[in-house]
């Protein structure tokens, strides 16, 4: 992405502000003019109060500058405010923006990105975006509005004098575009770092029992360290330049003071220049080289803002692999049948992790999927919902291509029980009512009743206003799955996809995992993938999946009086 471009999108993305941004720079137009007009009085306190002894001037000028300095003020806080404004803006809309971006993408996203980077991208790539935006992109607009005024005072007071800035400007070029271009190659690989570092955090956090576990605290430390030290030597890396600007930009303006007392001196002395013009001539070019030297500081912001934004739009830039086709339909109440048409679907375009997938599901029966681990059950349940796009075979519900109609009413008609049971930080009662955040009070009871969750549920200190921590990290792993159950039965959608978990549960638990399914599959469209074969004895039909293929297909009786894979993973678990 060239500048070009991101400053083109850069300017999208502000356009809805422009008119405060106008109204911004009028005011910072205004406070530049404030201050030449203070460098001006300059001239007229030293000839008029100190030399001359003019008691009027004496008298006046303190009030002139008291003003001054007061409408200086009131322009500065109207600019400074709607600048913060606008900033702010853009930070909560690119935010907002990448936020549902991420959330429209399929799984392979999710595969291929890494929580903590994308965690950086929202939270510290936009705050760089809006330093850009806000601190340096307007501030360049008003260091350049200061210089030129500045520089106009100086031009009138003594045009002799001012022509040393000439010699001065270009010499003091030379660091700023130099230092530029370094500073932008540090800010991307610093980005990059600050990503891995969010990454570590991210997943010794949330794995911090395995952590514990494993005893692995140290070894996490010197992951740790190894990440915020590469950090640390790339931000030195900036930081000298940094800090070698400043002294730099010093030495080159304080030559350009010695000068110019070198020449203006020799002026005051033969009479050719009032002390006063000179001491204004002064200061004016103090303040006019003030900004210059902050070039360098906004030109380093400017440039970590724009490889910020570049990697914002990369991710901004990534088509959501699943979408509703322009034409797409509503499908109607799911009520006739699910079937498979010879999917084949591999992740990496290597190896098929599926094929020849061929199956129907009439409405209000049970399938069970059956299979050793890896076999590709869980890949074959999240094609249905559309989690993962279909490349080769089909998907057909009720006679219409899962592609052909829209996502929301192709998920809002299914029912999902995960492996991993995912809950969020929230109350027992927000858990449950996921699906439905307006549900009644007793539908809510319902579901945790027929999951049997509400005895324990109860027995909670807040009852269902307890927080389960993140994650469900207060609740056992058995409460957590049947909060997970509770939550798909208050969806009541006609499809329901079951993906038993595999984690041991004690037997009084099992069997009220195993009831709350119970009453969750009870006149619903079921694919169950099992691990206890327990659950599906009473399924109308299984198949049994096997390196992703379909090898048997049949009754629990019929698998068993075939004595082929399903009777052999049988007796392995009840024998
Ligand atoms: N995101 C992914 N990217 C690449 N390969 C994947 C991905 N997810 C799963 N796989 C591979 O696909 C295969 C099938 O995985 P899947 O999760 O569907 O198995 P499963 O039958 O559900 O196994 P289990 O019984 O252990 O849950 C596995 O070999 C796995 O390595
Ligand atoms: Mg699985």
Redo the contacts with the bound molecule.
């Keep these: 992405m060239t500048n070009k471009d991101i400053f083109k999108r850069l300017y999208e993305v502000i356009h809805p502000y422009q008119v405060k941004l106008i109204v911004a720079m009028l005011a910072m137009i205004c406070v530049s003019a404030g201050t030449g007009a203070q460098t001006w009085l300059v001239k007229d306190v030293l000839d008029k109060i100190f030399i001359e002894k003019n008691t009027f001037y004496l008298e006046l000028l303190p009030l002139v500058l008291l003003l001054i300095f007061f409408l200086k003020g009131v322009v500065y806080y109207i600019y400074s405010i709607l600048l913060e404004q606008v900033g702010q803006s853009v930070i909560r809309d690119f935010r907002l923006d990448i936020f549902n971006h991420i959330h429209k993408q399929s ?2 996203f999710f ?1 291929k990105m890494p929580t903590g980077t994308l965690m950086s991208r929202v939270i510290s790539d936009v705050a760089l975006i809006q330093q850009a935006v806000s601190k340096a992109l307007v501030g360049a607009v008003r260091d350049f509005f200061q210089v030129i005024i500045l520089l106009g005072v100086v031009f009138v007071m003594n045009w002799r004098l001012a022509m040393i800035t000439f010699i001065v400007l270009p010499i003091a070029a030379y660091p700023i575009v130099k230092f530029g271009r370094l500073f932008r190659k540090i800010s991307t690989s610093t980005q990059e770092e600050v990503a891995h570092v969010s990454n570590i955090l991210h997943e010794t956090i949330t794995g911090n029992r395995i952590v514990k576990a494993f005893t692995k605290e140290a070894y996490e430390g010197k992951r740790f360290q190894g990440q915020v030290t590469r950090l640390f030597v790339l931000t030195m890396k900036d930081a000298k330049y940094r800090c070698l600007q400043h002294p730099m930009m010093e030495f080159i303006g304080g030559g350009a003071i010695a000068l110019i007392i070198w020449f203006g001196g020799k002026e005051v002395i033969g009479g050719d220049m009032t002390p006063g013009t000179f001491f204004a001539f002064l200061t004016a070019l103090i303040a006019a080289y003030e900004p210059v030297k902050n070039v360098t500081k906004i030109n380093s912001t400017i440039q970590q803002g724009l490889a910020a934004a570049a990697r914002v739009f990369d991710i901004l830039d990534i088509e959501p692999e699943i979408r509703d086709k322009k034409d797409a339909v509503t499908l109607p109440p799911f009520s006739d049948r699910i079937e498979c048409k010879n999917i084949r679907f591999c ?2 375009e290597e190896e098929p ?2 094929s020849n997938i061929n199956l129907t599901v009439p409405a209000g029966q049970a399938l069970a ?1 059956v ?12 094609l249905i919902p559309r989690f993962l796009e279909l490349k080769e075979g089909s998907i057909v519900i009720d006679g219409r291509d899962i592609r052909d109609i829209t996502v929301a009413s192709l998920r809002n008609q299914i029912a999902m029980v995960t ?1 991993q049971t995912i809950l969020f930080n929230d109350t027992v009662r927000n858990n449950i009512a996921y699906g439905d955040q307006e549900a009644p009070e007793q539908k809510i009871h319902d579901a945790a009743k027929a999951a049997y969750a509400y005895d324990f549920i109860k027995a909670l200190p807040q009852g269902f206003d307890t927080m389960i921590g993140e994650g469900g990290a207060r609740l056992s792993g058995g409460q957590c799955q049947r909060i997970a159950i509770a939550r798909a039965l208050l969806k009541n959608a006609p499809i329901l996809i079951l ?1 038993e978990a ?1 984690s041991a549960l004690d037997t009084e638990s099992e069997r009220e995992v195993q009831n709350a399914l119970e009453n969750l599959m009870k006149d619903r469209t079921t694919l169950v ?1 099992a ?1 206890r074969l327990s659950t599906i004895k009473n399924a109308d039909r299984i198949i049994v ?1 096997k390196d ?1 293929v379909i090898v048997e297909q049949g009754t629990h009786d019929s698998l068993i009086a075939q004595k082929g894979e399903y009777e052999m993973l049988y007796t392995m678990q009840y024998t």
Aim: aromatic share 4%.
């Design positions: 799984l392979s595969n992740y990496n992790i599926l999927i299979g050793p681990s890896g076999g590709g059950k869980t890949t074959l349940t999240n492996q993906d595999t993938i691990h999946i992703g």
